[in-house]
Nanobody
């Protein structure tokens, strides 16, 4: 699976962005999709995940209630809608595809190139 993430940018605190991740190469609907992020000087962290059908989702506590992950299997795309953004959300955001329902980045097989989100205060 090849993944390409886009949609990052500069936004003021309280604003919104929608990230997209387009997949190609294998059957998209076979994969759990997730978003991770890595802030400068910090380790990569889990943000959100969505199961094969889109019927189940899960979020890190830090984004719960503000971010929404969805997928469109017909378009081979997963989205991350980010609302009420905070400066601490500033990071490079990565989409990932895997076979397991897990928080662990090590268990995801395919990664996008990352897209930078910067939230100004």
């Amino acid at each position: 699976v090849q993944l390409q993430a886009f949609g990052g940018g500069l936004v003021q605190a309280g604003g919104s962005l929608r990230l997209s991740c387009a997949a190609s190469g294998r059957t998209f609907s076979n994969y759990v999709m997730a978003w991770f992020r890595q802030a400068p000087g910090k380790e990569r962290e889990f943000v959100a995940r969505i199961n094969w059908s889109g019927g189940s989702t899960d979020y890190a506590d830090s984004v719960k209630g503000r971010f929404t992950i969805t997928r469109d299997n017909a378009e081979n795309t997963v989205y991350l809608q980010m609302n009420s953004l905070k400066p601490e959300d500033t990071a490079v955001y990565y989409c990932a595809a895997g076979r397991r329902w897990t928080y662990s980045g090590a268990s995801y097989d395919y990664w996008g190139q990352g897209t930078l989100v910067t939230v100004s205060s």
